[in-house]
């Protein structure tokens, strides 16, 4: 039994008399995911499967109060089952559940998905941080820089030794698929990346090392273009080097600038009418302010 599996087992066993029944697919009602995408082919997959096998594993889910149950654990095979045509499928009813423990399964199960993306990974395993930190998103981003930061030396905040440190270095070994160092360097990025590579990444059109080549390209209509040739099947190491070459050429100056420059080394301002060699100086001053090129006094 993998680590995940056992500590899932582990959560279902401290609910109140769980009990093994069958639901009707009108009494389930899904956790609000709103980030939550299915890959369309790998769930018609799952349908096919269940009509010619059933529903092998049974859905977790607690009771509302109200004659329906939450799904916990298991909306995948819930959508599939839907898709498949049943009307009803196995569960396992969670009494007594509270929220925590309900969102920590539910974060648990999600990681074990094979269609799980690598944004929307990092996304439940920030969550699933700040559940067991007790903390909000945004404050263990925070936590995780200022581990890294120690870890390298760029600061001594005395962070390392922490029972919140400690804590996360438990659920990355728990998780056993990257450490909290690696998390940090290759998934936090993926964060901040601009709403069409997010959109690209979630539809697993990019792999997520693609998506962060792409981010270095600012300019949107030209990231387009590049993005459309990653959809289409152009290699990392071939989209590298279009990126490096983009850059260097943004990195270069326009024609104009380079006209503009060799025009002023040739200018000879004592050649100039006075009204209008007064006119450039000052033009040349302001420039040379802006670009804090003037002598302090």
Known sequence: MSAIRAYLKGLVEEAKKPTSSTLLLAELVPRPQPRRRFEEASLKALAESIRAHGVLEPLLVRPLG?????????????????????????????????????????????????????????VAVLDLLALELGKGREEVVSLLHRMRNERGGKATQNVLGSPEAQKVEEVFRLLGRMTWESFVQARLPLLNLPP?????????????????????????????????EAKAG????????????????????????????????????????????????????????????????
């Open 234 to 297: 152009l290699s990392l190491r071939e989209l590298k080097a279009k990126v490096r070459e983009l850059l260097r050429k943004e990195a270069s100056p326009p024609p104009w600038h380079k006209e503009v420059l060799a025009r002023l080394s040739r200018l000879d301002l004592e050649a100039l009418p006075p009204e209008k060699r007064k006119a450039v100086e000052r033009h040349l001053q302001a420039l040379a302010k802006e670009l804090g090129l003037t002598r302090k006094a």
């Open 66 to 122: 109200d004659g329906r149950y939450e799904i916990v654990a298991g909306e995948r095979r819930y959508r599939a089952a839907q898709m498949a045509g049943l009307s009803e499928v196995p569960v396992v009813v969670l009494e007594g559940l509270d929220e925590k423990t309900a969102q920590a399964i539910a974060l648990m199960e999600n990681l074990q998905r094979e269609d799980l993306n690598p944004y929307e990974e990092t």
């Open 196 to 228: 069409d590579l997010q959109e690209a990444l979630l539809e697993g059109a990019i792999p997520y090392t693609a998506a962060l080549e792409l981010k270095k390209v600012k300019e949107e209509g030209e990231r387009r273009k590049l993005l459309e």
